[in-house]
């Protein structure tokens, strides 16, 4: 049963290389991430600019090329909010399952554990779920696992031009 049950209407921002554009609702282009695995459907989003500058960090690499910051508006009901403690105990989670590095765990041929919280979300029927940043617990993201899909998934829909991202530092 997810923690938040009223519908909520965002502005959210996803961070893509600039050629990927014209598959930004596609989702995660890799087999397995974070909070994805074999091939699952993962829609990885921050709640203001600044969040998703600090999400996408990791993963910037010099001679990347060029990356947009895209506003998007999310209209969802049922997100499971894994800050919230009553949520985790409903999900059988301890609550540190979102905070552990998943790519050590994945180049030691182990299953993340961030996966756990993700398919207890996933297993739950919730559209997906909002965690907080491994490095700053008062900052958090959202993932989704089911949009613009019908009945009880999440929808979304570009609410502005894309801009250029430049990675801060």
Known sequence: MPAVEAV??????????????????DGAHHPEGRFHHD???AFYCSPSPQAAGHAVAPYLRPGDGPRLLVP???TVAGLCDLRDPATLARLGLAGDETAVPWRPQRAAGLPATTWR????VRASGAPGMIYTARSAPDRWHLVLFAWN??????ALAPAGPPRP????G
Do not use: E, H, T, V
């Not at 919280?117 to 207890?120: C, I, K, L, Q, R």
């Not at 991202?165 to 801060?168: D, E, R």
């Open 117 to 120: 919280a993700s398919d207890a």
């Open 165 to 168: 991202f430049i990675a801060p």
């Open 39 to 41: 091939g699952q459907p």
């Open 72 to 74: 998007l508006r999310l």
């Open 8 to 25: 909520a209407d965002l502005r959210i921002w996803r961070i893509l290389r600039a050629s990927d554009l014209p598959r930004l609702m």
């Open 149 to 154: 899909a019908g009945p009880g998934s999440a």
